[in-house]
């Protein structure tokens, strides 16, 4: 079994930061791409931002600018540093992996319970 497990989130005032992390475990042979994704309440998850194993990164035009997804592959980590938070970045974050397992089992897909993160204006 593969888990992701997001930290970092919490309540923030608008203008504020905040910094996100995932981690993938489980069995794993190796990881391909990292994303991190949102659900606003009465809202569908979108994608905010991704990043490969060779690091080609991209963001949804909403956050471009403020927000910065990072990995330590080593780790099979990934990070979002968030700055100037707005209120209408409040929502779940959810981490997500696709990778090829131990088993040699085909291209996988996996997902964390999700992070809290909400600004207050």
């Known amino acids: 079994q593969v888990q992701l497990m997001e930290s970092g989130g919490g309540l923030v005032q608008a203008g504020e930061s905040l910094r996100l992390s995932c981690v993938a475990t489980?069995?794993?042979?190796?990881?391909?791409?990292m994303g991190w994704h949102r659900q606003a309440p009465g809202q569908e998850r979108e994608l905010v931002a991704t990043?490969?194993?060779?690091?080609?990164?991209n963001y949804a035009d909403t956050v471009k600018g403020r927000f910065t997804i990072s990995r330590d592959n080593a780790r099979n980590t990934i990070y979002l540093q968030m700055n100037s938070l707005k209120p209408e970045d409040t929502g779940v974050y959810y981490c997500?992996?696709?990778?090829?397992?131990?088993?040699?089992?085909?291209?996988?897909?996996?997902w964390g319970q999700g992070t809290r993160v909400t600004v207050a204006s």
């Open positions: 997500n992996a696709d990778y090829w397992p131990l088993d040699n089992g085909p291209l996988s897909d996996a």
């Open positions: 990043i490969n194993s060779v690091h080609t990164i």
């Open positions: 489980g069995a794993i042979f190796s990881v391909n791409t």
